[in-house]
């Protein structure tokens, strides 16, 4: 298996511009969380679906940002507008249920000039 | 999911046994205890987990407490690839569950 794989890997951008994260969990998961990494704040849990289905997105830090799951083998994570203080790494991960085993992909660094 | 207490950073020389402590005294009777390791800037990393019983695995030892307050992980013998951001969490395994991680224990491994 591939493992999760996540896109682009580095994207650098102005404040206001849209920037979408993209994610493919492993196939058969059904779990898909997604995280951001910063210095300051450390790994902070967004939003995870379940089969597909948002469970819980109370982590997304405003209405700038959005994530949708259309089917199983896809999610994507929005930020419109950007602004400098969404420069972080975020992480994609996912896991079947009924397991504690997350796989995380390797992360997209963003920053936001 | 019960709260977990680590300490921020520890060092262990080379060669010898890394044992990272984790406090979780309000951990319920359906809960697993997890640990992970972050590596530098790479994803997080499953290392094991455990719900009663200690557990051995080729990366690492987990022992728990008879009462499952507190437990260890143990790297029988650290290497230098060890240093990394080691995260206890204690969580069901339910439909819906989150997965949270806190601040975690900086390993150094020194040469």
């Known amino acids: 298996d591939a493992g999760v794989i996540q896109s682009p890997r580095h994207e650098v951008t102005e404040m206001g511009q849209e920037v979408t994260l993209r994610c493919k969990p492993i196939s058969g998961h059904n779990s898909l969380f997604w995280y951001r990494q910063t210095m300051m704040r450390g790994l902070e849990l967004l939003i995870y679906?379940?089969?597909?289905?948002?469970?819980?997105d109370s982590g997304m830090p405003e209405d700038r940002f959005s994530a949708k799951m259309p089917n199983a083998s896809f999610s994507t994570l929005k930020i419109q507008p950007s602004e400098p203080r969404d420069s972080a790494v975020y992480f994609c991960?996912?896991?079947?249920?009924?397991?504690?085993?997350?796989?995380f992909g390797e992360g997209s660094r963003l920053t936001v000039l | 999911d019960a709260k977990t207490t680590q300490p921020p950073s520890m060092d262990c020389a080379e060669g010898r046994a890394a044992n990272l402590p984790c406090n979780h005294s309000t951990i319920s009777g359906n809960e697993y205890v997890y640990w992970y390791r972050q590596i530098h800037s790479q994803g997080p990393q499953y290392i094991i987990h455990?719900?009663?019983n200690n557990e051995t695995n080729e990366m690492a030892s987990l022992i728990i407490t008879e009462d499952r307050k507190s437990s260890t992980l143990i790297l029988p013998h650290a290497t230098l690839r060890d240093t990394a951001v080691y995260y206890c969490i204690v969580r069901t395994d339910n439909y819906g569950q989150n997965f949270v991680f806190g601040p975690g224990t900086r390993l150094s491994v020194l040469p």
């Open positions: 455990g719900l009663k």
């Open positions: 679906f379940n089969n597909n289905v948002p469970i819980d």
């Open positions: 991960a996912s896991k079947a249920t009924g397991t504690g085993e997350l796989f």
